[in-house]
């Protein structure tokens, strides 16, 4: 009996605007073949992403990655994590 591999997408993140005062973080994302724009207001822990198609693969995993590298996340960073799913 042969186990098959978790599948795995890798993410892409770009941070695009961070405001401290707003509490507001913006940016894009792409995994597979899609491509959001998000709006983090962590603050309030609201997290939005346009467009809506495959939203619903991505905001979970970029919600978790988002909340845990908060305070390293600067505008104009490239970043990437790994989603346990094919998109």
């Given at each position: 009996?042969?186990s098959?591999?978790l599948p ?8 695009t ?7 507001l973080l ?8 899609f491509?959001?724009q ?12 346009t467009?809506s198609q495959?939203r619903a693969?991505?905001?979970?995993p970029?919600?978790?990655f988002?909340?845990?590298?908060d305070y390293?996340?600067?505008?104009g960073?490239?970043?990437?994590f ?6």
């Amino acid at each position: 009996m042969s186990s098959k591999p978790l599948p795995k997408t890798e993410a892409h993140v770009r941070i695009t605007r961070q405001s401290w005062e707003d509490g507001l973080l913006k940016g894009e994302v792409r995994a597979g073949e899609f491509q959001w724009q998000f709006q983090w207001h962590f603050r309030q822990g609201d997290l939005s992403i346009t467009p809506s198609q495959g939203r619903a693969l991505i905001k979970e995993p970029l919600s978790r990655f988002l909340e845990q590298k908060d305070y390293q996340l600067e505008p104009g960073g490239d970043y990437a994590f790994t989603i346990r799913a094919d998109i």
